[in-house]
């Protein structure tokens, strides 16, 4: 109980110092907004954190946070060395051993109509903005998975959870860091490409810190929307980082299952979905679903 004590206490003061630091060499205005309005909206994220030797899901522990506390705080994180029990979307099994980050947010989800569909693209803009500051030239592949040398690296998973009348996201992170994966499978480490380890606490407050900036960021755009100032940059941070636009794809509800069309992909829309010409020329945009690259 101690060891996971001070690997919380190191956690949190790894990412205090990192929020500094970015604060420092950010820019004034990211993507047209004050820094010091996107920093002060951001640092909720990981003010307060629960670091676990092995849970099931990290995301069910999450949970059961939110259902015990009466005054849950936003930001709140958990952390487990290794999940016994992980999955990502459809219910597909996820290896998490040790090694790897595994970790879920809580995120007050009150967002308006036209921002919650940025909200998954920048928890993915903030896990590839992370990767590269340790250069690692990871892509987003919509909605928010990444990948690298065409092998997944990490994924995002959001469930939503209603408790008196609020709703909440719970995001789910998984990084393959420094665990070893079974042979066979489509996937890669950070450790596997670079050659060296990452030490899990000072990946974890680098995860955080970036995790802060983009949630403060989506906040702050969301505020000058209100405001009725525009055209606002939404998608200017995934666009960044994402290699979606432009391939050609197959895309569905979940691809194992069932494929509902091919096409190329154009861009995104005002409210974040993802916008393909069919192969038969017509145009559609996803809210919703997955995709998988042809080309």
Same mark, same amino acid.
């Given at each position: 109980?101690?060891?996971?004590?001070?690997?919380?206490?190191?956690?949190?003061?790894?990412?205090?110092?990192?929020?500094?630091?970015?604060?420092?060499? /950010?820019?004034?205005?990211?993507?047209?907004?004050?820094?010091?309005? +996107?920093?002060?909206?951001?640092?909720?994220?990981?003010?307060?954190?629960?670091?676990?030797?092995? #849970?099931? %899901?990290?995301?069910?522990?999450?949970? /059961?946070?939110?259902?015990?506390?009466?005054?849950?705080?936003?930001?709140?994180?958990?952390?487990?060395? /290794?999940?016994?029990?992980? %999955?990502?979307?459809?219910?597909?099994?996820?290896?998490?051993?040790?090694?790897?980050? $595994?970790?879920?947010?809580?995120?007050?989800?009150?967002?308006?109509?036209?921002?919650?569909?940025?909200?998954?693209?920048?928890?993915?803009? &903030?896990?590839?903005?992370?990767? $590269?500051?340790?250069? +690692?030239?990871?892509? *987003?592949?919509?909605?928010?998975?990444? $990948?690298?040398?065409?092998?997944?690296? &990490?994924?995002?998973?959001?469930?939503?959870? *209603?408790?008196?009348?609020?709703? $909440?996201?719970?995001?789910?992170?998984?990084?393959?860091?420094?665990?070893?994966?079974?042979?066979?499978?489509?996937?890669?480490? +950070?450790?596997?490409?670079?050659? %060296?380890?990452?030490?899990?606490?000072?990946?974890?407050?680098?995860?955080?810190? =970036? #995790?802060?900036?983009?949630?403060?960021?989506? @906040?702050?755009?969301?505020?000058?929307?209100? =405001?009725?100032?525009?055209?606002?940059?939404?998608?200017?941070?995934?666009? &960044?980082?994402?290699?979606?636009?432009?391939?050609?794809?197959?895309?569905?509800?979940?691809?194992? @299952?069932? /494929?509902?069309?091919?096409? =190329? +992909?154009?861009?995104?829309?005002?409210?974040?979905?993802?916008?393909?010409?069919?192969?038969?020329?017509?145009? *559609?945009? #996803?809210?919703?679903?997955?995709?998988?690259?042809?080309?």
């Amino acid at each position: 109980m101690a060891r996971l004590k001070e690997q919380e206490r190191k956690i949190l003061a790894l990412r205090e110092g990192r929020l500094a630091t970015l604060f420092e060499t /950010e820019r004034d205005y990211l993507f047209s907004c004050p820094k010091e309005e +996107v920093f002060r909206r951001g640092a909720v994220v990981g003010s307060r954190i629960f670091f676990f030797s092995k #849970l099931s %899901r990290a995301l069910e522990r999450l949970r /059961e946070l939110l259902q015990e506390e009466r005054a849950f705080a936003e930001g709140t994180v958990v952390m487990a060395e /290794e999940l016994s029990a992980a %999955r990502g979307r459809f219910e597909r099994p996820w290896w998490a051993s040790k090694g790897g980050l $595994w970790l879920a947010v809580a995120f007050y989800q009150d967002f308006l109509p036209e921002v919650k569909g940025f909200f998954p693209l920048y928890m993915g803009v &903030a896990l590839a903005e992370t990767l $590269w500051h340790y250069q +690692v030239p990871a892509c *987003i592949k919509w909605v928010n998975d990444i $990948w690298l040398a065409g092998k997944k690296l &990490a994924g995002v998973l959001i469930e939503e959870e *209603i408790l008196s009348d609020e709703s $909440w996201a719970l995001v789910g992170i998984g990084l393959n860091l420094n665990n070893s994966l079974p042979a066979g499978l489509p996937a890669i480490s +950070v450790k596997e490409y670079l050659g %060296r380890e990452i030490p899990l606490c000072e990946m974890a407050a680098e995860l955080l810190a =970036r #995790l802060a900036k983009y949630y403060g960021l989506l @906040r702050t755009l969301e505020a000058r929307l209100l =405001r009725e100032e525009g055209p606002l940059p939404f998608a200017e941070p995934f666009l &960044a980082y994402s290699d979606t636009v432009g391939r050609k794809v197959r895309f569905g509800i979940d691809l194992f @299952r069932e /494929e509902k069309g091919r096409g =190329r +992909v154009l861009g995104l829309d005002p409210q974040g979905g993802l916008i393909i010409e069919t192969f038969s020329g017509e145009k *559609i945009t #996803l809210f919703s679903g997955e995709i998988s690259y042809l080309d």
